[in-house]
């Protein structure tokens, strides 16, 4: 069985080249946590909480759903319904 598949991806990469080239530390120290979460973030291998999406989405000025897209076909609970 193989690596699973991401539920969430996200776009906080693109968003911080946008805004000013914004490196991770400063979205890090912008939205109250460490670089290394941002870094886990970026790559999809954690999942903030919503309090933190929304922290992130408000630094960008952009709807949670431009940052944070949830990937259905990739959710196994789903799958089972």
Do not use: C, W
């Not at 912008?30 to 886990?40: D, E, F, H, L, Y």
């Amino acid at each position: 069985m193989g690596k699973p598949l991401p539920l969430i991806s996200n776009n906080i990469r693109k968003l911080r080249f946008h805004h000013n080239e914004m490196t991770q530390q400063e979205l890090a120290d912008n939205v109250g946590v460490t670089r290394q979460t941002i870094v886990a973030i970026e790559a999809a291998k954690y999942s903030p909480s919503l309090e933190l999406a929304f922290r992130i989405a408000h630094v960008f000025n952009v709807p949670l759903e431009e940052v944070f897209i949830y990937l259905p076909d990739h959710d196994p609970i789903l799958k089972q319904a």
